[in-house]
């Protein structure tokens, strides 16, 4: 038997668990799965090329998460098969398999049920991971801050509660070994899965509040941020919104060439032409399949997207599924209620673009859309200016008579608007400008009476 330690912010929980069992929502767990055996199940309704796509990326998964893939195999079948997902004579296959190449863990290319997991590991002695199971993993590994470790520790428990029965599935056994009945040790393991189950419940509710106390702060934040225009970066992980970033806004954010590089959002000021200042905000990549546990749980992140003003929707142009990585990223904002937010496609990584074929092909179905290298910093310019040109519409052309007193407003004005005319009068300052919407109702006060604002 092993003694796996499960530990989470701070927290100890001690699990029993059969033969080679690994505690994968702990990251720095004893003797870690090496070596994989990755499972893919092409369904009646399935592209044969989506599901090998998908298991690519699931290969890059399991790497990201530092284990080796030994083995990859895919299955046909018409419906899963409710016992082992996949069928009984593949799972005889594996077993051989496992024994052949050594492998520690087989990760399956979809979500399975508990009871599917169960079931696989009593037959072949191995542990079985789900995708879902593995992207949480890669999530542990990637957070670097406290609330991105809350984050991801939320969904690892939600993901681990239903999960419990297996794990004690080695008591049975040891009673039956010890020739004193199933009875016996019956009751005590029932017992100890519903302190555990407790244990999770309760650290569950923990964690909510201290998540919801985040949430407080970034709705501080938010409110303070009003008045600014906020522009979101989102796209499929990995399609480059950290390097167009750090482009844009001259900063130094991690950015890799892995798979969910950026967990935190980081929002900075950008200055545009025409006197326009935006919020810009790098957020989490979305993926395909992405667990529902981590939409949740990444709420308070999350809703940078769902307040952004613009959305700028980054896209690996180069990758021969984009058109596929543009649907799932859709998918996911329509998920978290952001699909009615103005959005505007960036086809990203130009420069990587054996052939222009993947680019016009995709042209017509996005118009407006801008080319760019975000590594060599091409058509950067050009996005700039089309924010510039895009927010600069959005407001009116005014005339305002500002008392000397309100200085401040005079000061908004430059900041934030484009002032085409001054005249010093006695007692206040004539202005006409041109002012965002979002700051009229600041200075409606001191319109011009009897005048109709030129949109």
Not at 83 to 100: D, M, P, R
Not at 221 to 226: D, F, I, K, L
Not at 285 to 312: N, R, S, W, Y
Not at 315 to 322: G, L, R
Request: aromatic share 6%; glycine share 4%; charged share 25%.
């Amino acid at each position: 038997m092993n003694l796996i330690k499960l530990e989470i912010e701070k927290t100890k929980f001690y699990i029993l668990c059969r033969g080679n069992m690994q505690q994968l929502y702990d990251t720095q767990a004893p003797n870690p799965p090496s070596r994989a055996i990755l499972v893919g199940v092409n369904l009646r309704d399935n592209l044969l090329h989506e599901v090998e796509e998908s298991m690519q990326e699931l290969r890059q998964l399991t790497e990201t998460a530092g284990i080796d893939v030994v083995c990859e195999t895919i299955q046909a079948r018409n419906v899963p098969n409710p016992t082992y997902f996949i069928g009984e004579g593949k799972v005889e296959e594996l077993k051989s398999i496992v024994e052949e190449l050594e492998a520690d863990v087989i990760i399956f290319d979809e979500e399975l049920s508990p009871a599917q997991t169960r079931n696989i590991e009593n037959t072949l002695d191995v542990a079985t991971v789900d995708r879902t199971g593995l992207i949480l993993q890669v999530f542990a590994q990637r957070a670097l801050t406290s609330e991105a470790r809350l984050q991801v520790t939320l969904a690892q428990l939600e993901y681990a509660l239903p999960r419990l029965t297996r794990m004690w599935t080695h008591l049975s056994r040891m009673a039956t070994s010890a020739g004193s009945g199933s009875g016996a040790l019956r009751g005590p393991g029932e017992t100890q899965l519903e302190m555990d189950r407790r244990w999770i419940r309760k650290h569950i509710s923990h964690v909510k509040k201290e998540l919801a106390t985040v949430e407080k702060r970034r709705q501080i934040q938010r409110q303070n941020r009003s008045e600014k225009i906020k522009v979101s970066l989102v796209g499929y992980t990995n399609a480059g919104k950290s390097t167009l970033f750090n482009t844009v806004t001259g900063e130094n954010v991690l950015a890799e060439d892995k798979l969910f590089a950026t967990l935190d959002s980081t929002t900075r000021r950008v200055s545009l032409n025409q006197n326009q200042t935006i919020l810009l905000s790098d957020t989490v990549g979305f993926i395909k399949k992405l667990p529902h546990q981590l939409v949740a749980a990444f709420k308070a992140t999350l809703e940078e997207v769902t307040e952004a003003d613009l959305l700028l929707h980054v896209v690996d142009i180069s990758h021969p599924e984009a058109e596929a990585q543009i649907a799932a990223v859709d998918k996911v904002l329509t998920e978290i209620d952001a699909d009615e937010i103005p959005t505007f496609m960036v086809f990203n990584k130009i420069d990587q673009l054996e052939s222009e074929d993947q680019l016009q092909l995709l042209r017509p179905r996005y118009p407006e859309v801008i080319p760019i290298s975000a590594q060599r910093g091409d058509g950067i310019p050009q996005l700039l200016e089309m924010l510039a040109d895009r927010f600069a519409t959005q407001g009116a052309t005014i005339d305002l008579r500002i008392p000397y007193k309100h200085g401040k407003v005079l000061d908004l004005l430059y900041k934030h608007g484009t002032v085409l005319d001054t005249e010093y009068v006695d007692e206040a300052v004539l202005v006409k400008a041109r002012v965002p919407s979002r700051h009229l109702k600041s200075v409606s006060q001191f319109t011009v009476p009897n005048q109709n604002p030129t949109l």
